[in-house]
C-alpha cells in the first residue's frame, strides 16, 4: 500500500492538480488509486475543514503516532472494501506544519510506502506572484496591507521549508522544479503513472494588478485576515475581468481613420448618385477625427464615474435613513399589537 501527500508549496498548481484529481475519481479507481481530497477525515470527521485541520495538526507527538497507526488501519479497511492500494491526499497547508506532521510521518512509513510531493517555483517569478496572492488578493496578515518590499521577506522564508522536510524526510521526497510553461498537471500524473487528462483551465484565474490593488485598498479597511470572499460579498460577486480595456474602446469606437477606405470602397454606388442626381455629396471639405488621446479620455472618464459615485452615495444613504425610519414604525406597530394582545 502507498500513501502520497502532495504538500504545495503553494502557488505552483495545487488547486489544478486537486481539479483534475477530483473529476477523475472512477478513472484512477481502474488503476487501484483513491483521491482522498485534502482533509483526515477518514481518520476522524472531526478533522475535516480548515478548523479540523487545525485540530489535527494541534495534536502532540504521541497523539500524531497513534493517528499514523489508527490512519494505516482505516486505510486496510478502505483497500479491503474497494480494492485500491493508493491513496493521495493534496494540501499545500501541510508544507507548513514539517514539524507537527513528523511524527506521523516516521510512524506511517514503518507500515506503508510514504511519498511526499513537493512543488516549488524559482522565487524570481514565485515572489510577485505569492504577493499578489496572500498580501492583497487574499490578506493573511492583520494591520495594513504591506509593500511588497515589506512582505517578501517573509514570504521568501517559506523556501526553508524545503530544508526542514530534508532533515527527516528526504528518502520519501520528491522536489519537481515547476518551470515556466510546465504542466503541473501532466507532470504530477506522469510522475506518478496516473494518467490523467488536462485541466479545461487554470483553476485559480490570475487577476490583473489593478483588480487587485482595488482589493488592497478594500482589505486595509478590515484589521485583520481578509478572505477573497468578503469582497466578494460586498460588491455582490461583481466579475471585475469583466471591466472595459479603454485602450481597446477607444480604438474600437472612436477610430475613425479607415472611414476614407470604406467609402472609397463604395465609390460605385457614389459615382451612381452623383450620375443620377448631379451632384457629389462626397465633395466637403473634410473633417479630422482624431481618435480621443486614451489618458484623457481615461481621466474624463474617472471624472464622471466620480460623480456617477457621488450621486449614488447620496442615493444609498437617502435609502438607509427610509429603511431606518421603517424599521422604527415596524417597531412601534409590533409594539402596539403586542400591547393589545
Known amino acids: 500500500m502507498e500513501v502520497i501527500f502532495h504538500i504545495g508549496m503553494g502557488k505552483t498548481g495545487t488547486s489544478s492538480i486537486q481539479q483534475v484529481l477530483g473529476a477523475n475519481q472512477e478513472e484512477l479507481a481502474k488503476i487501484g488509486v483513491q483521491y482522498l481530497g485534502l482533509w483526515f477525515n477518514l481518520l476522524d470527521p472531526e478533522f475535516a475543514g480548515y478548523a479540523g485541520q487545525d485540530r489535527f495538526f494541534a495534536s502532540s ?43 506521523f510521518l ?32 487574499h490578506k493573511t496578515m492583520p494591520g495594513p496591507v504591506p509593500s511588497y518590499q515589506k512582505a517578501t521577506p517573509a514570504m ?24 515556466r510553461g510546465m504542466d503541473v498537471v501532466s507532470d504530477f500524473s506522469d510522475l506518478l503513472s496516473l494518467f490523467l487528462p488536462p485541466p479545461e483551465k487554470n483553476t485559480l484565474e490570475r487577476k490583473d494588478p489593478a483588480e487587485n490593488a482595488i482589493r488592497a485598498v478594500f482589505n486595509e479597511t478590515v484589521g485583520g485576515p481578509v478572505l477573497p470572499t468578503e469582497f466578494d460579498r460586498i460588491t455582490g460577486n461583481v466579475e471585475l475581468s469583466a471591466s472595459p480595456d479603454l ?9 475613425y481613420g479607415a472611414t476614407s477606405d470604406m467609402v472609397a470602397g463604395q465609390s460605385a454606388l457614389f459615382d451612381e448618385i452623383s450620375s443620377i442626381y448631379g451632384v457629389d455629396i462626397r465633395q466637403d471639405k473634410q473633417k479630422e477625427h482624431a481618435a480621443p488621446d486614451v489618458e484623457a479620455f481615461r481621466n474624463r472618464v474617472l471624472e ?25 414604525q415596524v417597531a412601534k406597530l409590533n409594539q402596539t399589537t403586542a400591547k393589545s394582545a
Open 106 to 137: 516516521q510512524e506511517l512509513k514503518k507500515k506503508c510506502t510514504v511519498k511526499l510531493v513537493i512543488y516549488a517555483r524559482d522565487p524570481y517569478s514565485w515572489l510577485p506572484s505569492a504577493y499578489n496572492q496572500w498580501a492583497l488578493y
Open 61 to 103: 507527538p504521541e497523539q500524531m503516532k497513534t493517528h499514523a497507526e489508527n490512519y494505516h488501519l482505516a486505510l486496510k479497511a478502505l483497500s479491503e472494501k474497494t480494492g485500491n492500494d493508493r491513496f493521495i491526499i493534496s494540501n499545500e497547508s501541510m508544507y507548513g506544519y514539517v514539524t507537527q506532521f513528523s511524527p
Open 247 to 255: 485602450e481597446k474602446l477607444v480604438s474600437d469606437m472612436f477610430d
Open 156 to 179: 521568501l522564508a517559506t523556501y526553508s521549508g524545503l530544508r526542514l522536510w530534508a532533515k527527516d524526510h528526504l528518502d520519501i521526497i520528491e522536489l519537481r522544479h515547476l518551470k
Open 304 to 328: 464622471h464615474l466620480m460623480t456617477l459615485t457621488l450621486q449614488q452615495a447620496r442615493r444609498v444613504t437617502e435609502l438607509e435613513t427610509t429603511v431606518r425610519q421603517l424599521r422604527r
